[in-house]
Every structure is written in structure tokens, then in C-alpha cells.
């Protein structure tokens, strides 16, 4: 079965930082590109990062350009999300998703159960 | 970066057909797949049509997808209470970034 499990998120200050992780199992992992998705509370879904399935390419919202850095490790299975200077606005739930791709397609298959950030004072 | 619209309700008793768009531009649906996902209550959104028009395993033929230009919808024919969920279209953009829909809830009357 493929499983998805977020960690990491938590409550950090304006300004702070945070890692959240993505442990994927039940799956060839580097064979799929993967994706980080948020959801802000009562919002809809919101695109944040992509990485391919070698990790070679990397994609960003401009929202998080220059901020965050998504990145990967293939012989854990796990997937990351450097998150830097964060801000009010940044207070979601993470969730990490499987694309269905070695390329970045947007064909999410599955998503994660997310984890809870809250960046707040 | 654009975003792509739907409308942010819809509603229809037992049976009923109920369909919801999703207006983008020439760079996003216009030339790219449209992908639909279904969120129920408090769960992570799930794979409801791929590519376009595709559907997952176990996802019943009661929900379809089309697209046509830069808009793409979905159908859900034969309402039932637990299609009640938020919808979201997405597709990639060709300036290599993933849009989301706005979303849209559905309610059964």
C-alpha cells in the first residue's frame, strides 16, 4: 500500500523556520516526482513545490520563490521542505503528494494526511 | 501567477446532475491536462479525474470530466449525500508552476 506521512510542522514565529518531512513507503520512490501542497485554514488548495523523481529539477509559487527549498533523498524515501522567513501567511496544513510521473505532472496519487503549520507570535 | 475559477457552490437533491466549471487561460488548461480532486470533511483531497477525462480505479463512472479550450468541468451524475465535498481543478502552467482551482462545495439538498 502506498502511504504518505507528513512530520515536522509545529508553531514557529514570524521570521522562523521549519523542516517537514515526507516518509513514503510501499513505492519505488525515485521512479515519481513529488509535490508539497498547503491549505490555509477554511481556504482552498494551494500549489507550493515540485521536485522530479531524481531530483534534478525543482519547482516553486512565487509565493515561496526564494524562501523555501524543497529537496529529496531517495535512499530514505523521504521528502523535504526547508521553509525559511516564514510569515503569518504561511499558516497551513502541509500535505506532501505522489505525482504519477517521473516528471512533474500534477497527477497527485496520493496525498498525504498533511501536517499543521502555524506561524505565529 | 493566474488562478484558475470555479464557482464556489453548487447543490442538487438525490439524483440530480450537477456540474461544475473551471475557467483558466491558454497556458494552463489550454495546454495542459486538467486533473479534478475531491475533498470530504476533514480528510486530504483525493484523485477524482485524471488527465482530463480519466478516471482512477474505484472512482464510479458517476463523475466524469471534459475540457474544452481553457475551461475544463466536472460532472457528477446521480447525486448521492456522500458526493457532498469541496472540488478542486488543477493544472500545470506553462510558466512551470501548479494552479489550483478556487474550489467549490457541493452541497445535497
Known amino acids: 500500500e502506498v502511504q504518505l506521512v507528513e512530520s515536522g510542522g509545529g508553531l514557529v514565529q514570524p521570521g522562523g523556520s521549519l523542516r517537514l518531512s515526507c516518509a513514503a513507503s510501499?513505492?519505488?520512490?525515485?521512479?515519481?516526482?513529488m509535490s508539497w501542497v498547503r491549505q490555509a485554514p477554511g481556504k482552498g488548495l494551494e500549489w507550493v513545490s515540485a521536485i522530479s523523481g531524481s531530483g534534478d529539477s525543482t519547482y516553486y509559487a512565487d509565493s515561496v520563490k526564494g524562501r523555501f527549498t524543497i529537496s529529496r533523498d531517495n535512499s530514505k524515501n523521504t521528502l523535504y521542505l526547508q521553509m525559511n522567513s516564514l510569515r503569518a501567511d504561511d499558516t497551513a496544513v502541509y500535505h506532501c503528494?505522489?505525482?504519477?510521473?517521473?516528471?512533474?505532472?500534477?497527477?497527485?496519487?496520493?496525498w498525504g494526511q498533511g501536517t499543521l503549520v502555524t506561524v505565529s507570535s | 501567477q493566474s488562478v484558475l475559477t470555479q464557482p464556489p457552490s453548487a447543490s442538487g437533491t438525490p439524483g440530480q446532475r450537477v456540474t461544475i466549471s473551471c475557467s483558466g487561460s491558454?497556458?494552463?488548461?489550454?495546454?495542459?491536462?486538467v486533473y479534478w480532486y475531491q475533498q470530504l470533511p476533514g480528510t486530504a483531497p483525493k484523485l477524482l479525474i485524471y488527465?482530463?477525462?480519466q478516471r482512477p480505479s474505484g472512482v464510479p463512472d458517476r463523475f466524469s470530466g471534459s475540457k474544452s479550450g481553457t475551461s475544463a468541468s466536472l460532472a457528477i451524475s446521480g447525486l448521492r449525500s456522500e458526493d457532498e465535498a469541496d472540488y478542486h481543478c488543477?493544472?500545470?502552467?506553462?510558466?512551470?508552476?501548479?494552479?489550483f482551482g478556487t474550489g467549490t462545495k457541493v452541497t445535497v439538498l
Open positions: 503528494a505522489k505525482d504519477m510521473a517521473l516528471g512533474v505532472e500534477f497527477w497527485f496519487d496520493p
Open positions: 488527465r482530463n477525462n
Open positions: 491558454s497556458s494552463n488548461i489550454g495546454s495542459n491536462y
Open positions: 488543477a493544472a500545470w502552467d506553462d510558466s512551470l508552476s501548479g494552479l
Open positions: 510501499g513505492f519505488t520512490f525515485s521512479n515519481f516526482a
